[in-house]
């Protein structure tokens, strides 16, 4: 079900909720760049079927809202225009505390992937407590040598003529971003511009490591060390808690 508000500035961000018949736990969806929330529509619905009300917004300059901001101009979608990334991360910040006040006494996780990661991480270094949990998913250390904001399909190219095989080992993925017209393959570098694109640098809070835990070893996606046992009451009854490697 599609919703907007207005954020602090005055811009309408545009955002979807899909609501769980008995809820456990609220999902706050944060996107990846040049993308929008409508491209977790599966996932989002997956989850409330499964007893999680998920919120998924289109941030500034994505999706709706970027066509909104734009005036349904498709060629600067995933530009964030004034305010840029820090207005982005305030929305980020700000859309949580939203959810939080319309669900009161649920527990409220973030779900970030790329772009969407580093904005919870920067939201996460000054408002942890604001969370019961995060997941960060295709995330990474927010220091030079760590990221790229350049094009990802670079090491992809022979996989197909995309431009997104770099999204997913199946090529339908893929085909269905170069067809999405609110869909973007414009690097990161280029849509913020480097001054803003140093922004997302930073490092993460002190001790942050001990709250954090791989549930894989091949992925970067983190949890914290005591979401498994929070989960458990929020969870299914088949859902089993991953076990953290040391």
């Not at 009161?104 to 942890?128: A, E, K, R, T």
């Not at 407590?129 to 040598?145: E, I, M, N, Q």
């Not at 992809?156 to 017209?181: I, K, M, N, Q, Y």
């Not at 393959?185 to 001990?210: E, I, M």
């Amino acid at each position: 079900m599609e919703h907007d508000y207005r954020a602090d500035d005055g811009l309408r961000i545009f955002y979807d909720v899909y609501p769980a018949q008995e809820t456990r736990a609220v999902i706050q969806l944060a996107h990846g760049v040049g993308e929008h929330a409508g491209r977790y529509a599966a996932l989002a619905g997956r989850l409330a079927a499964h007893g999680y009300t998920v919120y998924a917004d289109d941030h500034r300059g994505h999706g709706r809202t970027g066509m909104a901001q734009w005036n349904g101009d498709t060629a600067r979608l995933g530009r964030l225009g004034p305010g840029g990334v820090r207005a982005a991360v305030r929305d980020l910040r700000d859309f949580g505390g939203r959810i939080r006040a319309e669900s009161p006494g649920l527990p409220l996780v973030l779900i970030g992937h790329s772009w969407g990661s580093l904005m919870g991480q920067m939201v996460l270094n000054g408002h942890s407590d604001k969370y019961d949990a995060a997941v960060l998913s295709g995330t990474a250390y927010r220091v030079l040598g760590s990221m790229n904001s350049g094009d990802l399909n670079k090491r992809h190219t022979h996989l197909g003529a995309t431009g997104a095989e770099w999204l997913s080992r199946d090529p339908a993925v893929a085909e269905a971003f170069a067809a999405d017209l609110l869909t973007t393959g414009v690097p990161l570098q280029k849509l913020f511009g480097l001054a803003d694109a140093a922004r997302l640098l930073g490092r993460p809070q002190r001790g942050a490591s001990r709250m954090t835990c791989r549930s894989s070893c091949r992925w970067a996606t983190t949890i914290r060390w005591a979401a498994p046992h929070r989960c458990a009451s929020w969870s299914p009854p088949t859902a089993t808690a991953p076990v953290c490697p040391t």
